[in-house]
C-alpha cells in the first residue's frame, strides 16, 4: 500500500550527445520528462516537427502495407494469440532492419501502388457492369444503338415511365385531333414502371410524330449510344475479364510481399521510436553548446540513473526532492495479490497529494464482496482455473489484462470460498442430478448456512460487511488525518462520528425491531445502555458544535453547519442499506442457477430428456455465470467507489508517464540496444 516517492532529476550536458541519451532515456523508461523553464533563462528549442512528422510519416507507410498485407494474404491467428504479448525480437535482426529501412519502405510503397492498381481495377468493372446494366432493356435489338434510320425512315429509341403495352402506346396516339402517318412500335422490355421502346416512322412526318411521342412522355436515355448491345455487352465483359486478370496478378505480387511482413513491423516500430525521440527532442531548452533535461524519477532508480547518465555521457546530474506546491506524477506499488486491482483504483482516480493508496485494504473488501455476490462453488472454481490458466500459458500479455486476469483469478477463489460456505454447487445441481438419475438425494452440507433458506440472516450479515468496510473507510481518513498532524480534525470528523455511530448501534441492537428482522436476542446489561446514550450524545455535540469551527466568531451559522452535518447520518443509513445488494445478487445466482436445473430436468431421464438436459444446463448456467459475474463486478465497484471511497478518498492524482520505447508490433530482448 504504497505511493512510490518521486525526485526530480535535473541534467544538462554537451549538444552533441542528446540523441545518444534521450535514446538511452527512452530504453530505460524511467523518467517521465517535464522541462519547466524560468522566464529570464536564455535558452531556445530547436524545431524537430518536421523531423518527427517524417517518421510518423514513414510509420503510417509501414502500417498501411502492413494492412494490405492482412487484406490479401492474411495471417493464421487464433483468439488467444492476442493475449500472448508482442514477439521478442534480437537486437541483430532489429539492426539489420534499421540498415535496409530505405529498401524496405520502397517495397511498402510497391505494396500501396499494387493496392491503388487493384482499386482502379475494381472501379473500372464496376463502371463496365453498370454499362452492362445499362444495356440489358436493348439487347434484343440487333442493329447498333446509334443507329439513327434509314434516308426515308427515322428510328427512335426511347423509355416511357409506367408500363404499357403496344395497344395501350397506340392509343394514346390515337387520341390525337390530326392523323398521324405510319409507325411501327416495337416493345423492347418492360418493367414495373418503365417500357423501353423503338419506333420507326418516316422523316416526312417526323415533326407531326415526334411532337405526339413527347406528349405521351417517350424520351430517348442520355448516353445512348455504341454498337449492336450483344456485341457491346460481349466487349464488356471482355473488358472486365482483363481487369479481374489484372487484379489477380496484382494480388500475386502481393503475396510475392509478404515475406517482408516481420522486417515492416519492426521497421514501421523503428520510425515510431524515433518520431517520439524528436518530439521529445522538441521540448529540451539548450545553448549553442549544451541542452537540459528535467522530470520526474521514482525514487529507487533515481540514483542509479543518475549514475549512468555521468559515466556513460558525461552529463551534470542532479536530483532534488518534489516541492511541496508541487504534485508528482502518482506510481504505485503494491503486492502480487494487490496490484491485480489497481486498474480498478486508476478508473476512479489515482491518489493526490496527501492521499494514501487504498489499493492494498480495497483489495481484500474488492475480492471479499464479489465472492459474496456470485457465491457459486462450481462458478468460482471455473472463474480461477481459467484465469489462472491463461496466466500460466500466457505470461508475457499486455499488463493491464494480466492485472483484470489475475483479479478475476482471485475474484473466483473468493466464490469457490463462498459457494462451499453456503452450498452452492451450479445451484442445486447435485441434488437434481441423484435425484432424478439415480433415486436418491444427495446434498453436499453447506459449511454456514443456505441463503435461499434464511434470506434474512444473510441480509443481517451483508449490513454488518458494509458497517465494517465503511467504519475501515472512516477510519482511513483518521489514519490520514494524524498523518497529516491535524488532530482536531481527527478529533471533530473521525472520533466524533466513530462514538456517535458506534452509540447509535449499540441502542439499537436491543431494539424488538432489530431483534424481530434479525432474528437474534441482544440482552445488554444496563450499563451497555448507560455507555450507548453517553457515545451518541457526546458524537453528536462534537459534531454539533465542532463541524463549524471554522467559521469562530458566527455562532449561529456554526450551529447551523453542525446540524446540517448530523443531519448525515441519513447518508449513512442508506450506505448501509446499500450493502443490501450483497444479498440480492447473492441470491440471484442460486435462484436462476436452481431455475435452470429445474427447467432442464422437465423432459424426464430418457435419452431425449438426457440431451435437453445438457444444453439446458451448459446454456442456463453459461448465461447465469456471465450475466451474475458481471453484476457482481458493477456493483463491486461501486461500493468501494461510492461507499467506501466516499468516507476518505478524492483521488484525482496524475498517472506516471514514462518516455519510453512505445512500440507496436514487437518487443526487443536486448532493450538496451533495440531503442
Known amino acids: 500500500m504504497a505511493v512510490m516517492q518521486m525526485q526530480r532529476l535535473n541534467l544538462v550536458a554537451m549538444k552533441q550527445n542528446r540523441k545518444a541519451i534521450l535514446k538511452r532515456l527512452q530504453e530505460m523508461g524511467a523518467l517521465e520528462i517535464d522541462v519547466k523553464l524560468d522566464a529570464s533563462c536564455e535558452v531556445t528549442r530547436v524545431d524537430t516537427s518536421a523531423e518527427r512528422s517524417a517518421f510518423e510519416k514513414n510509420a503510417l507507410l509501414a502500417d498501411q502495407a502492413l494492412d494490405v498485407l492482412q487484406k490479401y494474404v492474411p495471417e493464421k491467428t487464433s483468439l488467444l494469440d492476442s493475449l500472448a504479448g508482442k514477439p521478442l525480437v534480437e537486437y541483430s535482426e532489429y539492426e539489420k532492419t534499421v540498415e535496409d529501412a530505405r529498401f524496405l519502405m520502397e517495397q511498402a510503397e510497391q505494396i500501396l501502388t499494387c493496392e491503388k492498381e487493384i482499386a482502379k481495377a475494381y472501379g473500372n468493372i464496376q463502371r463496365y457492369e453498370n454499362q452492362i446494366e445499362a444495356l440489358r432493356p436493348w439487347m434484343r435489338l440487333d442493329i447498333p444503338l446509334d443507329t439513327e434510320g434509314t434516308k426515308e425512315t427515322i428510328l427512335y429509341l426511347g423509355m416511357i415511365s409506367e408500363a404499357l403495352t403496344k395497344e395501350q402506346i397506340q392509343e394514346k396516339l390515337n387520341t390525337r385531333n390530326e392523323a398521324l402517318g405510319p409507325v411501327e412500335i416495337t416493345i423492347l422490355e418492360t418493367g414495373k414502371t418503365v417500357t423501353y421502346v423503338s419506333v420507326l416512322y418516316l422523316r416526312t412526318d417526323a415533326a407531326q410524330i415526334e411532337d405526339a411521342l413527347r406528349e405521351i412522355g417517350l424520351a430517348r436515355p442520355s448516353g445512348l449510344e455504341g454498337g449492336i448491345p450483344k456485341e457491346e455487352e460481349e466487349a464488356l465483359n471482355a473488358r472486365i475479364r482483363i481487369e479481374e486478370e489484372g487484379i489477380q496478378a496484382q494480388i500475386g505480387q502481393i503475396e510475392g510481399y509478404?515475406?517482408?511482413?516481420?522486417?515492416?513491423?519492426?521497421?514501421?516500430?523503428?520510425?515510431?521510436?524515433?518520431?517520439?525521440?524528436?518530439?521529445?527532442?522538441?521540448?529540451?531548452?539548450?545553448?549553442?553548446?549544451?541542452?537540459?533535461?528535467?522530470?520526474?524519477?521514482?525514487?529507487?532508480?533515481?540514483?542509479?540513473?543518475?549514475?549512468?547518465?555521468?559515466?556513460?555521457?558525461?552529463?551534470?546530474?542532479?536530483?532534488?526532492e518534489i516541492k511541496e506546491t508541487e504534485e508528482a506524477p502518482v506510481l504505485l506499488k503494491n503486492n502480487a495479490f494487490s496490484n491485480s486491482v489497481e486498474g480498478v483504483l486508476s478508473s476512479y482516480g489515482l491518489p493526490k497529494k496527501g492521499e494514501i493508496d487504498p489499493t492494498t485494504i480495497m483489495s481484500f473488501f474488492y475480492v471479499f464482496l464479489f465472492g459474496l455476490m456470485l457465491s457459486d462453488a462450481a462458478y468460482g472454481a471455473i472463474i480461477s482455473i481459467a484465469c489462472g490458466v491463461l496466466l500460466l500459458k500466457f505470461p508475457r500479455m499486455e499488463e493491464s489484462l494480466r492485472r483484470s486476469l489475475k483479479m478475476f483469478f482471485w475474484c473466483g477463489i473468493s466464490t469457490l470460498f463462498w459457494g462451499i460456505m453456503f452450498g452452492g454447487y451450479f445451484g442445486d445441481l447435485i441434488t437434481v442430478v441423484s435425484r432424478n438419475y439415480f433415486g436418491t438425494e444427495i446434498v453436499i452440507p453447506e459449511l454456514w448456512f443456505v441463503p435461499l433458506n434464511d434470506p434474512m440472516r444473510l441480509l443481517i450479515y451483508s449490513l454488518l460487511f458494509g458497517v465494517i468496510h465503511m467504519f475501515v473507510g472512516l477510519a482511513l481518513k483518521g489514519y490520514m488525518c494524524l498523518k497529516q498532524k491535524d488532530i482536531m480534525a481527527f478529533v471533530c470528523d473521525v472520533l466524533s462520528w466513530f462514538l456517535f455511530l458506534i452509540g447509535l448501534i449499540l441502542i439499537l441492537l436491543p431494539s424488538a425491531i432489530f431483534e424481530s428482522i434479525a432474528q437474534m436476542d441482544f440482552n445488554f446489561p444496563p450499563f451497555m445502555s448507560t455507555l450507548a446514550l453517553v457515545l451518541t450524545i457526546a458524537g453528536a455535540l462534537i459534531i454539533l458544535v465542532m463541524s463549524g469551527r471554522r467559521k469562530k466568531k458566527k455562532i449561529l451559522l456554526r450551529l447551523a453547519l453542525g446540524l446540517y452535518d448530523l443531519y448525515g447520518i441519513t447518508s449513512w443509513l442508506s450506505d448501509v442499506l446499500s450493502y443490501s445488494r450483497l444479498l440480492a445478487l447473492g441470491l440471484a445466482t442460486g435462484v436462476i442457477a436452481s431455475v435452470v436445473n429445474q427447467m432442464g430436468s422437465m423432459f424426464g431421464t430418457g435419452v431425449l430428456g438426457t440431451i435437453v438436459f445438457i444444453l439446458v444446463f451448459i446454456i442456463g448456467h453459461v448465461f447465469n455465470m456471465a450475466i451474475n459475474i458481471l453484476g457482481a463486478y458493477v456493483h463491486t465497484n461501486r461500493l468501494q467507489f461510492v461507499e467506501f471511497f466516499g468516507k476518505f478518498y478524492e483521488g484525482g492524482g496524475k498517472p506516471f508517464e514514462p518516455f519510453k520505447a512505445m512500440t507496436k508490433y514487437v518487443e526487443f530482448k536486448n532493450k538496451k540496444n533495440a531503442a
Not at 520526474?296 to 533515481?302: F, Q, T
Open 258 to 320: 509478404s515475406q517482408y511482413r516481420a522486417r515492416l513491423k519492426l521497421v514501421s516500430d523503428y520510425y515510431l521510436l524515433r518520431a517520439d525521440r524528436y518530439g521529445v527532442l522538441g521540448t529540451l531548452p539548450e545553448t549553442e553548446n549544451t541542452f537540459a533535461v528535467s522530470g520526474y524519477i521514482p525514487a529507487v532508480k533515481a540514483e542509479e540513473v543518475a549514475k549512468e547518465l555521468e559515466t556513460e555521457f558525461g552529463a551534470a546530474v542532479s536530483l532534488e
